[in-house]
């Protein structure tokens, strides 16, 4: 199965069969898995907790937006460019159902924000302003 993964629990991480790095706990009674054979760097606790822990990509975030060196489909934090009115957080690993979210602004106004199975979409991002994000789903 892969090497470097944690797998831990009642019937765990039954499709991984080459995908590397990844944490996998299950107390649950039914299966907690990764979504594809050759996942890789994938984190469920319990079907609770749950994403690729790869960096997403930004987008339409105004010009030199920069992230958090250990950002990740899970959590992170990111700052907007000049000129930015809006920013698309893209998920490393798509979902199989839109993640719940929370964003917060560390100054300012929180964003209205939007989530779909790809992204973390902030509709109404600020001009430079930091976030923090947390999203979680399989």
Known sequence: TGSRNLILGNAPAGTL??????MIFSSKNTAVDVPAAATSQWLSINDVIVGSMNPPTLSSCGT???QGAQNSDIRGNLTTGTGATACTVTFATPKSAAPSCIVTARSGTPPVYTTSTAALTLST?????TYDYFCSGK
């Open 17 to 22: 069969t080459t995908g590397d790095e990844n």
């Open 64 to 66: 030199g937006p920069t």
């Open 125 to 129: 991002a600020a001009e430079s302003a």
